[in-house]
């Protein structure tokens, strides 16, 4: 048992981990290539990772890429691909905004409310796709690609200049300082510093490390429990692994594609709320492409809580190093987005190969369970 | 003369199993060579080599005396070499004479040369006394037709030697016997003929010679003449056949499940099912005879739910359950077992225990409130694993990696410890082996004697004779005769089936095939 034990958990860290290596063979190459040396450029992002600091930015950084990870997990589960976390959230951050800034309420209702906001539109939005298949038959993968463009060049784009606050353009022309009007402090999450002090020293350099993290948290929490705990949560990995299996053991296919676009819609609305309740207000300029990153860092964790998480930091931890490599000019940042393209080309061929690998011991060892017992036939049941 | 192929000490091993185990097979030119075996011998894996699908781990082989190696079908068919496989692989919307000549095409200079293609096809045709209409669209021929294409297409391409995979499964008798007349009329014009099966009275009835497998290895090749059903069967398995024989009616007057005036619409609006009247009593198994697309397969999705009735009622003791969701039918206790277990009834991924609360996933002991019981799943899967005899190291195995027999006994247990009041068995035994075919009979009997009224839709015409206390024929989505199985063979079966018992023409139909 115990052997067996060790041998899944490898076979569960082997193809990640191939990946990787994979991905920094190749970075080290592209870099050697370009004239930087590939083991600065590494020390460069490790000594800057063990700095606190950097840590915090890296934690702020996890927060949505793992919140969209998660939404996006939600999908894949069923064989739904919702691509439309990155216009669900920008649209459910906006409407969030626009509600806690438009209210004056005690501080837990008042985040409760923005929260609520957010996932009921995030919801809502990601609903139409699936309420479009079950009934027209649209391709989720095309209604959210579009939802998408309706959603970021069409809706936010319009409603951020409705909802403008001081009722105009600024003054100054530029777009930093317009946005929604600024949500009192009672709707902002309290920060994690003083957490984070009392097992460490003092945060300098102003930097906070979002309270949204624990709402991170919760959310790997409870995707856990859903999808492998609850009833429901069967009925939607069995969508998924087969639907047809699904459909005859009672599973109600249409009721199940609207459910899970619906619940990945809500977890794609809470993406945004760690740079909200930092910036305390939706500006034209708020942080874009979290949806599209969620995807990849899904990928990379096999739709598992755990996995997910791992590749988030993997994830954030590149996107914090892209910055100190300029500063420190030891590489191009741009190595960073190579290494993610290739850490998960690289992660989906070395699933493949470790999953039929997989496979195939399993196969093995069934296959020697049934020669231990007496001869395969008739003599057993006759 | 040498031999037209010769296998010598052919081995062939998969993960954790050896296929085929030193096979050594002589098949004389001009002869018809039956390969039989039980499922799992090795059968399908020795035809694949001889075709070129797979190569073999170790062995040789010889076509016409010389030493040959294919790498792919082509090299097959480049040394004459053609197979028939079980399922056609025909384009439906082509003509009879585009099917043959796909892939093959001649050319002139405006692109394909029908008029040779034309030519050559009914030159095979005649050469090897088979019968076709080249402008013949597909999709408008009976299946023993459609076989026959194949068969052309095969020969149109050059082969001598000819690997039929279960030509007979699809067939029913009459056109079983047609099948026979063609392949001696192929056997005349010098063909050899390779041919997979394991219906034995059939393969002593055509084969010249029969070459058994067991187990992966060559048992013994003997002569029809010299050998009877019986020993034959003791060859394939080590000890007899069971059949599925039931002793005495336990048939209530408790009606379980009620169908009336059923009809189901296909996506075109045609009636698939057309006014069916069923009635299944408690303790009683209601066979369905039909070959296969005749609306057995509608009829199961509408009673299970997962087809939209048209018009009519279907009643479970006594409730109507028309219009319900799959999810209630299956709490109100109707049992499934799909006809494809691979499409329907399993989840391959996942645990076995996973697979076994699927459908029974909201009842107890397999979930607790709004959560699934781990605990309780595990414990009755392990329960399932013991009485159904499934064959695994343990529950956490993932179904793929069960044989087909295991896994249709760990479906059938998981239905059968549901206890349900109908269960809806569609080709239960499909494709495994004798032993687990023995066990799933055997359940299901037993579950009859507890008063289970059962819809029984099978191919295997001694399975729904032996099994069932009414026996009801099925044509073009409407029931058109009921019959007593102890009065009927499977010959007759097999006329009501193509309908020709039914019209008064039906005696030149049998006669012309």
Redesign the interface.
């Known amino acids: 048992m115990a052997k067996s034990l060790g041998r899944r958990v490898m076979l569960a860290l082997a193809a990640p981990v191939l990946a990787v290596a994979f991905a920094v063979a190749m970075s080290s190459i592209v870099l050697a290539l370009s004239g930087s040396s590939p083991i600065t450029a590494y020390i460069d992002m490790f000594d800057h990772a063990r700095k606190l600091e950097t840590m915090i930015d890296i934690g702020n950084r996890f927060t949505p890429l793992y919140i969209s990870g998660v939404a996006a997990a939600i999908g894949f589960r069923m064989n739904l691909f919702n691509i439309g976390v990155e216009g669900q959230y920008l649209l459910a951050t906006l409407f969030a905004a626009a509600a806690g800034g438009a209210v004056n309420l005690p501080p837990v209702l008042h985040i409760g409310l923005i929260l609520i906001v957010a996932m009921t539109v995030g919801a809502a939005y990601s609903g139409v796709a699936g309420v479009l298949k079950v009934t027209r038959g649209v391709n989720e993968v095309i209604s959210t690609i579009m939802l998408n463009v309706i959603a970021i060049s069409g809706l936010v784009a319009w409603l951020v200049r409705e909802w403008q606050a001081g009722g105009g353009v600024n003054a100054s022309g530029g777009n930093a300082g317009v946005g929604t009007e600024p949500i009192p402090e009672s709707g902002l999450m309290p920060n994690l510093n003083g957490f984070v002090e009392i097992f460490t020293r003092e945060i300098k350099q102003g930097k906070k490390l979002t309270g949204v993290l624990v709402i991170a948290l919760l959310v790997g929490i409870g995707y856990h429990v859903l999808v492998n705990r609850t009833r429901f949560g069967f009925d939607l990995r069995a969508s998924g692994m087969n639907p047809f299996a699904a459909q005859a053991g009672g599973v109600p296919p249409k009721r199940m594609v609207v459910t899970a676009m619906v619940l990945s819609g809500a977890a794609a609305g809470l993406v945004g709320m760690s740079t909200l309740m930092d910036q305390g207000r939706y500006s034209p300029n708020f942080v874009r492409g979290l949806g599209f990153a969620g995807i990849g860092v899904t990928l990379l964790g096999r739709n598992h809580p755990v996995g997910i998480a791992i590749g988030a930091l993997l994830f954030a931890f590149l996107d914090v190093s892209a910055g100190i490599l300029q500063i420190s000019g030891s590489a191009s940042r741009e190595i960073v987005v190579i290494m993610q393209g290739i850490i998960l080309i690289a992660a989906v061929v070395a699933y493949e190969v470790v999953n039929r690998f997989r496979q195939r011991e399993e196969a093995k060892d069934a296959a020697a369970a049934l020669q231990s017992v007496p001869p395969a036939g008739i003599e057993v049941s006759a | 003369m040498a031999p037209a192929i010769e296998l010598t000490g052919i081995t062939k091993r ?4 050896v296929a085929n185990d030193d096979v050594n097979l002589t098949v004389e030119a001009g002869e018809i060579h039956a390969i039989c075996g039980e499922n ?1 011998a090795g059968k399908s894996t020795l035809m694949k080599i001889l075709y070129g699908m797979q190569p073999p781990d170790e062995g040789t082989m010889a076509v016409d005396g010389q030493r040959v190696r294919f790498s792919s079908p082509s090299d097959a068919i480049e040394a004459g070499v053609g197979m028939v496989h079980q399922h056609f692989m025909l384009a439906d919307n082509l003509t009879v004479l585009e099917n043959v000549i796909l892939g093959a095409e001649p050319r002139n200079w405006r692109g394909i040369d029908f008029k040779a293609a034309r030519q050559h096809l009914s030159e095979v045709g005649e050469a090897y006394g088979l019968d076709v209409d080249p402008d013949d669209l597909v999709e408008s021929l009976e299946v023993g037709e459609r076989q026959r294409v194949e068969i052309i297409k095969v020969l149109y391409r050059g082969a001598r030697i000819l690997i039929l995979d279960e030509p007979t499964a699809v067939l029913v008798p009459q056109e079983v016997e047609e099948l026979f007349r063609n392949m001696r009329e192929l056997k005349a014009s010098g063909a050899t003929i390779l041919f997979i099966d394991h219906k034995l009275d059939e393969v002593l009835e055509i084969a010249d010679s029969i070459t058994v497998l067991r ?1 992966g290895r060559t048992v013994a090749t003997v002569k029809p003449e010299d050998v009877t059903a019986g020993d034959l069967a003791e060859l394939m ?3 007899e056949l ?1 059949t599925p024989d039931i002793t005495d009616s336990t048939v209530t007057d408790a009606v379980a499940l009620d169908v009336a005036e059923l009809v189901v619409h296909d996506a075109d609006e045609r009636a698939v099912v057309d006014r069916v009247d069923l009635r299944i009593h408690k303790g009683e198994i209601v066979g369905i005879a039909g070959v296969e697309g005749n609306g057995q397969s509608e009829l199961i999705d509408a009673i ?1 739910g ?1 087809q939209p009735v048209a018009s009519g009622t279907i009643s479970l003791l006594g409730a109507d359950v028309t219009h319900a ?3 209630n ?3 109100a206790g109707i049992g ?1 077992v ?1 006809q494809d277990r691979h ?8 645990p076995l225990w ?1 697979n076994a ?6 009842q107890a002991p397999y ?1 607790k409130g ?3 019981d ?1 605990r309780g799943a595990q414990g009755q899967t392990e329960q399932i694993r013991t009485e159904f ?1 499934v ?3 343990n529950v956490h ?2 179904a ?4 087909g027999g ?1 896994q249709q006994k760990l479906i059938l247990g998981r239905e059968m410890m549901a206890e349900p009041s109908v269960l809806i068995a569609a080709h239960p035994t499909r494709g495994i ?4 075919q ?2 799933v009979w ?1 359940s299901i009997r037993a579950a009859r004697a507890k008063g289970l009224a059962t819809l029984l839709i099978s191919a295997d015409l001694d399975e729904l004779i032996g099994l069932s206390d009414t026996i009801i024929v099925m044509l073009r989505g409407k029931l058109v005769a009921t019959l007593d199985p102890a009065a009927v063979t499977p010959r007759d079966l097999g006329a009501y089936m193509t309908g020709a018992a039914l019209e008064p023409a039906g005696q030149e139909v049998a006669a012309d095939g």
């Open positions: 998969f993960p954790g199993v799992g187990q398995v080590g000890s069971p299970i997962t969701s799959v999810r039918r299956r709490e499934y799909p499409h329907e009834g399993l989840l391959l991924e996942a996973e609360m699927l459908g029974h996933q909201t979930a709004a959560f699934v781990r005899d064959r695994t190291p195995v993932a793929h990696a069960l044989s295991n082996d004798v032993g687990a023995a066990a055997d």
